[in-house]
């Protein structure tokens, strides 16, 4: 994903969030450092997420073991909930506990949209505007 794209995916759930009450703020440079830090954090004073974003043109996304690790330690010591929120090019946004991906077959961990159709959540499924039934041991 391009540097671009991802901002612009990034602004895209920042805006998403505040027009459904959250605050949310944007780490410049997630990534970059050596500390832990999310794409975006949000919360509406019951609930806060950790949430690190991409978007893809693809239908597979490969994750190395250790950003996840990042993502979960910051949330954990934030008091967040750790997710991934990937954008499809033109089919849109799914998100996914940090604990739920997909192992892969090498060393890495993997969404693909067929997964994210099964056991991923859409905007209003995460921020609790209304819940989809989904398979035992994977709702919030």
Same mark, same amino acid.
Do not use: M
């Given at each position: 994903m391009s540097k671009a794209k991802?901002?612009? %995916?990034?602004?895209?759930?920042?805006?998403?969030?505040?027009?459904?009450?959250? %605050?949310?703020?944007?780490?410049?440079?997630?990534? *970059?450092?050596?500390?832990?830090?999310?794409?975006?954090?949000?919360?509406d004073g019951e609930k806060i997420f950790a949430i690190e974003c991409k978007s893809i043109k693809g239908t597979k996304k490969y994750f190395d073991v250790n950003e996840i690790v990042q993502l979960n330690l910051f949330a954990n010591t934030f008091g967040a909930? %750790?997710?991934?929120?990937?954008?499809?090019?033109?089919?849109?946004?799914?998100?996914?506990?940090?604990?739920?991906?997909?192992? *892969?077959?090498?060393?890495?961990?993997l969404l693909s949209l067929e997964y994210m159709r099964k056991k991923g959540f859409n905007f209003e499924e995460l921020i609790g505007k209304y819940r989809q039934k989904k398979l035992k041991g994977h709702n919030r």
């Open positions: 991802g901002s612009r %995916a990034e602004r895209e759930l920042f805006h998403k969030f505040w027009e459904q009450g959250f %605050a949310v703020c944007r780490s410049a440079g997630s990534g *970059s450092t050596t500390k832990p830090a999310p794409d975006l954090l949000a919360g909930e %750790a997710w991934l929120a990937i954008r499809f090019d033109k089919v849109g946004w799914f998100f996914i506990q940090s604990n739920n991906l997909e192992k *892969s077959k090498g060393e890495s961990l």
